[in-house]
């Protein structure tokens, strides 16, 4: 059932988008900078007027309601606590103004500043917090408004790379089951966060789709300069081994899976290379495949390839030289070997649910 339905143009702003997100499914809106996904969030959460259209949450149209009454909470990219409030306070405050009494909201606040990891700062004021920690807390009570639907601005944007992968991995936890739109320029946000991927340029939709098949088949200029990523989906033992047997090896990420579970293993094109032999006693990869497809790109090749046969194929790209397809000889249907290095595969548990509980080998829905 959808949750959101939102067709609506902002006219000044050249932003005319049609979106729909079902209940419990989170949806990666992709775009480049100017594109509209903020004033796409900003009319969802009633900051911004639309000039035409009609927005809709839970079958409720949304005309003429004001913000606090629409069921909708906005993480921005910045925190925006209440500076002169502490951690427990700000949280307390959704339930606060939904009617519920102080101490229950104080006991939903500190239920909620658990849950994100920060209950031991509860007394402290934002500038007592460290960015990530502020983030933490920004979450905590954008859920603590029980909110129907979440939208999060590049919740990671502003906070140091090093921060990023353990908030990553609470997103994750957080979203799995709710309904939400997170606006990202990261690819492996998109993959790791959403259900379903909408590309907007120049204030409209030009690309929609399982995160998976947009990540690994970008049909816009936008999800292909941030996307073309290899996945490799399968059961975990000390590697990733798909159902057709293929056994890929890399590093596991904060979210490493557990034994038996499933997992996803991801590399970039550019990581791979082809050889027509396997090189003997190497630590790498060796993939044995059949090229498909070979298209120039910029001063280089993608090489499209499949492994595994025909009844569990897993497509893989790899990104070459010229020289290197000319020395090779390379065309379609060759048998070769895609190489890449242990080191530049992350591993990821998959916990979303378009992911692997059909046990499929490739990544999808
Ligand atoms: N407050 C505003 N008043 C008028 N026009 C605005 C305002 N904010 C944004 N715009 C314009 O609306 C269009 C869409 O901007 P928007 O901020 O929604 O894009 P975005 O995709 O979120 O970009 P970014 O990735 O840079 O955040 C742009 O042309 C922008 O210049």
Not at 37 to 61: E, F, N
Not at 84 to 101: C, Q, Y
Not at 273 to 290: D, K, Q
């Amino acid at each position: 059932m959808s949750d959101l339905l939102y067709d609506a143009a902002v006219t000044d702003r050249d932003v005319a988008v049609r979106l729909r997100v079902d209940e419990g499914e989170t949806v990666a809106l992709l775009g480049p900078n100017g594109a509209g996904k903020s004033t796409v969030l900003g009319v969802i959460a009633g900051l911004v007027p639309s000039s035409t259209g009609q927005v809709s949450v839970g079958g409720r149209d949304l005309a003429g309601v004001p913000p606090h009454l629409r069921e909708v909470a906005l993480l921005a990219q910045e925190p925006l606590l209440f500076p002169h409030l502490t951690a427990a306070d700000n949280v307390a405050f959704g339930p606060r103004s939904r009617g519920v009494g102080r101490h229950e909201a104080r006991a939903a606040a500190h239920a909620w500043l658990e849950r994100v990891g920060v209950a031991a700062l509860a007394h402290r004021r934002p500038h007592q917090l460290s960015g990530g920690q502020a983030q933490r807390v920004a979450i905590a009570r954008a859920l603590a408004a029980e909110p129907r639907l979440l939208l999060l601005d590049e919740p990671m944007a502003a906070l140091d790379v090093d921060v990023a992968p353990a908030l990553r991995h609470l997103l994750r936890t957080v979203l799995a089951d709710r309904t939400a739109i997170v606006v990202t320029h990261d690819a492996l946000d998109a993959l790791l966060l959403a259900d379903r991927v909408v590309v907007v340029e120049a204030g409209r939709v030009v690309e929609e789709g399982p995160t998976a098949d947009v990540l690994r088949r970008p049909r816009s200029a936008f999800a292909a300069r941030i996307a073309g990523l290899n996945l490799v989906a399968g059961r975990w033992d000390g590697e990733v081994v798909t159902q057709g047997g293929i056994a890929v090896r890399g590093l596991p990420s904060e979210d490493p899976p557990g034994p038996g579970e499933q997992a996803v293993a991801v590399f970039s094109p550019a990581s791979v290379s082809v050889f027509r032999e396997p090189p003997g006693g190497s630590p790498r990869n060796a993939l044995p495949a059949t090229v498909t497809e070979i298209e120039p790109l910029g001063d280089r090749f993608r090489v499209r390839a499949v492994a595994g046969g025909a009844s569990q194929p897993v497509p893989l790209q790899a990104e070459v030289t010229a020289a290197a397809v000319a020395e090779l000889g390379l065309v379609p249907g060759d048998l070769v070997n895609l190489i890449v290095k242990a080191t530049e595969v992350s591993i990821h548990g998959a916990l979303r649910p378009t992911w692997g509980p059909r046990g499929t080998d490739t990544v999808g829905p």
